[in-house]
């Protein structure tokens, strides 16, 4: 495994808030060459620290007004409830993210919808009907700033 230095960290950290940056525009902010950028970001890519590229969609933009992250317990535990869980809620496509999480609940889902009575459609029909759900928290997203990651 190899050492990272600062430079690695800072481009990581630049890519992090935008993917789209050249490695030429990465070395003449970073004071490298081109070459020498690139050289770098296709070690990162190698040892797997660069998993990929993303875009960030502006969900207001497309039609979508509220994000609500909620909280779910699931009513009963075991391996096959998880996966059937897992397996119907990633097929709603107003949930952007799961993830499976220790503590007061079991999982916690990122919700789009158009309105709050679009999110109350969405949560009654779709979400509520979801094998295995028992408590579930809602929590409506007021605003959100974009950070670099942990780096």
Do not use: C
């Given at each position: 495994?190899?050492?990272?230095?600062?430079?690695?960290?800072?481009?990581?950290?630049?890519?992090?808030?935008?993917?789209?940056?050249?490695?030429?525009?990465?070395?003449?902010?970073?004071?490298?060459?081109?070459?020498?950028?690139?050289?770098?970001?296709?070690?990162?890519?190698?040892?797997?620290?660069?998993?990929?590229?993303?875009?960030?969609?502006?969900a207001e933009a497309?039609?979508?007004?509220?994000?609500?992250?909620?909280?779910?317990?699931?009513?009963?535990?075991?391996?096959?409830?998880?996966?059937?869980?897992?397996?119907?809620?990633?097929?709603?496509?107003?949930?952007?993210?799961?993830?499976?999480?220790?503590?007061?609940?079991?999982?916690?889902?990122?919700?789009v919808a158009k309105?709050?009575?679009?999110?109350e459609r969405v949560?009654?029909?779709?979400?509520?009907?979801?094998?295995?759900?028992?408590?579930?928290?809602?929590?409506?997203?007021?605003?959100?700033?974009?950070?670099?990651?942990?780096?």
């Amino acid at each position: 495994m190899r050492a990272w230095d600062n430079i690695d960290y800072e481009i990581l950290r630049e890519l992090s808030m935008d993917a789209s940056k050249s490695a030429g525009g990465l070395g003449r902010q970073l004071g490298l060459s081109q070459p020498a950028t690139w050289r770098r970001i296709n070690r990162l890519k190698e040892a797997g620290v660069l998993a990929g590229r993303r875009i960030d969609l502006d969900a207001e933009a497309l039609g979508f007004g509220v994000t609500v992250f909620l909280g779910v317990k699931l009513a009963t535990k075991g391996r096959v409830s998880l996966d059937d869980f897992e397996r119907a809620v990633t097929a709603i496509p107003e949930v952007q993210t799961v993830q499976h999480v220790l503590g007061l609940y079991d999982y916690r889902l990122r919700v789009v919808a158009k309105d709050i009575s679009d999110f109350e459609r969405v949560l009654r029909r779709r979400i509520m009907g979801l094998p295995g759900v028992g408590d579930v928290e809602a929590n409506v997203l007021l605003s959100e700033e974009r950070l670099a990651g942990p780096i």
